[in-house]
DNA sequence: CGCTATCTTGACGCGAGTCAATAGTGGTGG
DNA sequence: CCACCACTATTGACTCGCGTCAAGATAGCG
């Protein structure tokens, strides 16, 4: 199996910004993380927990269904969010960059699979530790429902797009959404990084590949995007793109 | 307008359960609302800033963009959460019914249109006072949290089934989750009560609502319900239904 | 009793899925 | 180093399910 390749955004914190010590002390996602905004105690308190996790492009972090024991944040890398149907459909719930939050969920068990897309490094938390840790640092768990209520928005405007736009509507409303993470993240230019293969997209999308593959010549063919790579894009006329999925 | 009927749930809270003053104090719902498992200590906080609201049918609790100035649980009735894009697509994010929790979001303005079903009685508490008691109770923010981890486990399996289902398996997932909500909510038996004209089921599955009818149509054709009224079905065969959207 | 809004049913066309073939890409071993 | 292989992406041809348009049925309300 080819891996898309991924340079995961090189982060780099603000400056003068009070770094604490522990394995935090190098994090690059600090200030797009739930750590963000935090006083030194309560840093202090999340460092104690804190595990570091590295994963091989492909490798599986967790399986649906499975006891939910971690939560995680991004902090180098990708992951997607998988969730397969008894009879073999694919979605992908979502994918993870630097600076998410991973595990977010009301069920004790995993509701999808998560898988790296490329090399990834994760921060790991114990659930019982951060639930503790939410009600002795209420300013931290008020991190984690913010978090969670920005998840639960994107959530149902991705239903919006599944429900209502057609494929090439889509497809820009996700193009720009991944520039929108990317720029973020301070990948700047309009160059984007596609760390997904093509039927991860598709999957995210309700699509087939085809029709992925379709919409992107398409695009190109309408000089909205240019495809240097096959995973890589760039976005030539950001207001045509914008003017697809007029919401 | 003519308004589907709604005999909303008439909820009786666990015998035993020791019941605070104020308005919180005849609460048919708090054993499902984020009012449960509170201490009096804070039972009594969130009734202090508590206020009962109602609307009638068809009457606006929030519009989109407006100012988020408020969250609720939904006491009596029914609510649908709709978004409008530019162009006129229109798509109905949810339902909030008895117990449910409505108004989490991360922006600071409203996502959706808030519109009352049938006649609706809420228990409104300001967002202010709701971050303020949060952070003084972490036990109540806990709740909160946990909430929206199970709104944003439903918006993904709503994904799911808008990416990934054909009409007729959206429309069999759409009646069994209604009719898992109502059982719930102390509506036993096999038949369901429908608050919402056909438009906004066929809104919410991203369907039409010729396809919703024909959908309805094709289920009782089957033997899988009966629609004794427009705006009521009967689970006839609940595994047949279930064996349709095979998850 | 008729008006209006909603729901149902029917006929038709198109867009996206399906199937199939080709092109590209990366990795491996001779 | 290049030939081969496996996998992914692209492109094309065809089919059919669902949206669109239109007509009729039903129900609530003045």
């Keep these: 199996m080819a891996w898309p390749p991924f340079d995961s955004p090189c982060l780099t914190?603000?400056?003068?910004?009070?770094?604490?010590l522990?394995?935090?002390?190098?994090?690059?996602?600090?200030h797009?993380?739930?750590?963000?905004a935090l006083t030194h105690e309560e840093m202090h308190a999340l460092d104690a927990v804190a595990g570091v996790q590295l994963l091989g492009p492909g490798a599986v972090l967790a399986r649906q269904g499975e006891p939910r024991k971690h939560v995680?944040?991004?902090t180098r890398g990708a992951l997607r969010l998988v969730r397969l149907s008894a009879d073999g459909r694919r979605q992908v719930a979502g994918f993870a960059l630097p600076g998410d939050f991973v595990g977010l969920s009301g069920a004790p068990v995993h509701q999808h699979d998560v898988e790296a897309l490329a090399e990834t490094e994760l921060c790991r938390f114990g659930t019982d530790a951060m639930a503790r840790l939410g009600v002795q640092f209420?300013?931290?768990?008020?991190?984690l429902l913010e978090r969670a209520c920005t998840e639960l928005d994107s959530a149902r405007e991705q239903m919006m797009a599944l429900a209502r736009m057609n494929p090439t509507e889509r497809m820009a409303d996700f193009l720009l959404k991944l520039a929108a993470?990317?720029?973020?993240?301070?990948?700047?230019?309009?160059?984007?990084?596609?760390?997904?293969?093509?039927?991860?997209?598709?999957?995210?999308l309700g699509l087939t590949v085809e029709t992925v593959s379709?919409?992107?010549?398409?695009?190109?063919?309408?000089?909205?995007i240019a495809l240097p790579e096959t995973y890589r894009v760039e976005i030539l006329d950001f207001a045509g793109l914008e003017a697809l999925n007029a919401a």
């Design 13 to 20: 914190p603000p400056p003068g910004d009070a770094v604490p």
């Design 214 to 224: 379709r919409c992107l010549t398409g695009l190109r063919s309408r000089g909205l």
């Design 32 to 36: 797009l993380a739930i750590c963000s």
């Design 22 to 30: 522990g394995p935090c002390a190098h994090c690059q996602v600090r």
């Design 72 to 74: 995680f944040t991004v």
């Design 181 to 204: 993470q990317q720029a973020r993240a301070g990948n700047a230019g309009r160059s984007i990084s596609l760390p997904m293969p093509r039927a991860d997209i598709a999957d995210h």
């Design 138 to 143: 209420p300013q931290l768990q008020a991190k």
